[in-house]
Structures are given as structure tokens and as C-alpha cells.
Antibody, heavy 119, light 107 residues
Framework: QVQLQESGPRLVKPSETLSLTCTVS????????WSWIRQPPGKGLEWIGY???????NYNPSLKSRVTMSLDTSKNQFSLKLSSVTAADTAVYYC?????????????WGQGTLVTVSS | DIQMTQSPSTLSASVGDRVTITCRAS??????LAWYQQNPGKAPKLLIY???NLESGVPSRFSGSGSGTEFTLTISSLQPDDFATYYC?????????FGQGTKVEIK
């Protein structure tokens, strides 16, 4: 059974860097594409970007200048860094799996973690 | 970016009703569309991919149709577990984008 779990600080100060990690069980991160998606409170979903084990990344242009994704195959984890955060970055952040190469929808999701940007 | 517009934004219905949600894309996305269900405080759950393919384990009362710019999600007989918010997502063009959501409420 595939499971994803987000972890990281729940409170980040404005102008600092948000850092989250997604730990995957039940599937090897080397075999799939992995995305981050966020949802501001009471609002809709925004795709942030994806990473593949080969190092291929694709970021949403609206966030590209502030986003970095990486992965650690030894820990079966992948990570998100979002720099220079503001209150507008307050959201529930989800990690999710693409079911296959070229399949850019999401079949497994983490439970989500609310990150609040506030001083 | 491709804009995805869902209608209605809110839908009031009763158990047993047939429900249809529409999703329109700002340009043709062929059949590269997925539908998700989200319950409060939970992650979205994949229902349909490639416009009409039912994800494994999803009840057959859910169905999807459409291509190009207009798509529909139909629930043939609404069940208590189906009161939730539904999102469409296009994956023909990066950045992948979602509709604003349709909340299905109890009438």
C-alpha cells in the first residue's frame, strides 16, 4: 500500500524559506514522478512542481524563481524548498505521486500539512 | 496557463439524485482531464483520469465524459459519502491546473 507523509515546520516567518519533506512507503521514488501541490485555506488547488529521480524537475512558472525540489533515494524521500515566503504562501501542502511517466495527474496523496507564514 | 472553470460552484442535492458537474477548459486539452473528490480536512482522491477512465476502487456510479474543452462528471445516484467538493484538473499543458471546485451539499 502506497503511503506518503509530509513533514516539516508548521510555522515559517515572512522572507524565510519553507522546507518540507515527503516520505514515501510502499513504492520506490526511483520509479515515479513526484509532485507538490498546495491549497490555501478555503481555496482551490495549485500545482507547485514535480521531480523525477533522474533529477528532472518542472516547476510552475508562477513559483519557479522561489522553488527547489530534491530527492533522497536512500531515504525514499523528496523535498520542497520555497524561499522568500509571504502570507500568501500560507496553505496546506500536499505531496503526491504521478502514476507513470507522462501521466501528469495524481493517484496517491499525502494527508497534507498546514504551513502558516507569520511573524 | 490553461484556465479551468467548473459549474456550478455549489450544488444542493438529495441522496439518490443524479448529479452532473461541468468543467470547461480555456483551450482544447484533448482528453487529458482528471476528476478528484475532496472531503473536509482530507487530501483529494482521484476518481477519473483521461476524462472517462474510472480509477480502480472507485464506485461505478461515478462517470466522466467529454473531450476538447468541455467535460462532465456524473454521479448516477448520490450517496451520503458523496457530499464533498469535486475538482477537475487538466494535464495536457504545464503548468497543470485545477478548476475552482464544486461543492455538493445536502439539500
Amino acid at each position: 500500500q502506497v503511503q506518503l507523509q509530509e513533514s516539516g515546520p508548521r510555522l515559517v516567518k515572512p522572507s524565510e524559506t519553507l522546507s518540507l519533506t515527503c516520505t514515501v512507503s510502499g513504492a520506490s521514488i526511483s520509479n515515479y514522478f513526484w509532485s507538490w501541490i498546495r491549497q490555501p485555506p478555503g481555496k482551490g488547488l495549485e500545482w507547485i512542481g514535480y521531480i523525477y529521480y533522474s533529477g528532472i524537475t518542472n516547476y510552475n512558472p508562477s513559483l519557479k524563481s522561489r522553488v527547489t525540489m530534491s530527492l533522497d533515494t536512500s531515504k525514499n524521500q523528496f523535498s520542497l524548498k520555497l524561499s522568500s515566503v509571504t502570507a500568501a504562501d500560507t496553505a496546506v501542502y500536499y505531496c503526491a505521486r504521478h502514476p507513470g511517466s507522462g501521466y501528469n495527474f495524481f493517484d496517491y496523496w499525502g494527508q497534507g500539512t498546514l504551513v502558516t507564514v507569520s511573524s | 496557463d490553461i484556465q479551468m472553470t467548473q459549474s456550478p460552484s455549489t450544488l444542493s442535492a438529495s441522496v439518490g439524485d443524479r448529479v452532473t458537474i461541468t468543467c470547461r477548459a480555456s483551450q482544447s486539452i484533448s482528453s487529458w482531464l482528471a476528476w478528484y473528490q475532496q472531503n473536509p480536512g482530507k487530501a483529494p482522491k482521484l476518481l477519473i483520469y483521461k476524462a472517462s477512465n474510472l480509477e480502480s476502487g472507485v464506485p461505478s456510479r461515478f462517470s466522466g465524459s467529454g473531450s476538447g474543452t468541455e467535460f462532465t462528471l456524473t454521479i448516477s445516484s448520490l450517496q451520503p459519502d458523496d457530499f464533498a467538493t469535486y475538482y477537475c484538473q487538466q494535464y495536457n499543458y504545464s503548468p497543470w491546473t485545477f478548476g475552482q471546485g464544486t461543492k455538493v451539499e445536502i439539500k
